[in-house]
């Protein structure tokens, strides 16, 4: 299994580095046309109009629609806003393959931003896992079919639809690897297997 991550912008050797400390192959993506070598995708953070205005140059966004119904696809912060239904904003462009609605920014500004421990209650744990939030999304609302993973002070931070999850902090950026661990687990491996 090899994991592609999205190389446009944001901290995507830090997802590389977890990989790796899964004992998982990744390949940085660059170009729409390297999908076909990896097995899934991982959107790392960054900023989102930024993000929406390089992809839709690159014509990405019907690239990854596309790879989504079949592959396994994990977005962090801007990638969860990129996966999402819906966002408070006209500049950026969601790809709607989580039924899901975002503010960006919405647990405030670079200098507000924090380490905090959110309650992981995926595939049987019920835990505290630390989480970074810089300049994080804030999800509004969820569709019938999004599993809550994570929360923070009660609210979702951590979904997941189908194939499809998101988290709307930075889990690369902490030492505890659970929420990668989880989409290689119970999104990668089960997609393989099936």
Not at 142 to 155: A, M, S
Not at 176 to 194: G, M, N
Request: hydrophobic residues 45%; negative net charge.
């Amino acid at each position: 299994m090899i994991v592609g991550i999205l190389a446009i912008q944001g901290a995507f050797h830090k997802h590389q580095q977890v990989l790796e400390r899964l004992g998982v192959q990744s390949r940085l993506i660059k170009h729409p046309g390297e999908l076909d070598e990896v097995d899934a995708l991982i959107i790392p953070g960054g900023e989102s109009t930024t993000m929406t205005k390089v992809l839709q140059s690159e014509k990405w966004s019907d690239v990854i629609e596309l790879y989504a119904r079949d592959n396994p696809v994990f977005g962090t912060c801007a990638g969860a806003i990129l996966l999402s239904n819906q966002v408070d904003s006209d500049k950026v462009k969601p790809w709607h393959i989580i039924d899901m609605s975002v503010s960006r920014n919405a647990f405030g500004r670079q200098i507000e931003s924090f380490l905090a421990d959110i309650d992981w209650g995926a595939a049987g744990e019920s835990v505290k896992i630390p989480a970074v939030f810089i300049r994080a999304p804030r999800i509004n609302k969820i569709g019938d079919r999004v599993e809550i993973l994570g929360r923070y002070e009660g609210e979702p931070v951590v979904v997941r639809q189908g194939n499809a999850m998101a988290a709307t902090f930075h889990p690369e950026l902490t030492n505890d690897i659970a929420v990668h661990r989880y989409f290689i687990d119970e999104l990668c491996r089960k997609a393989q297997a099936a």
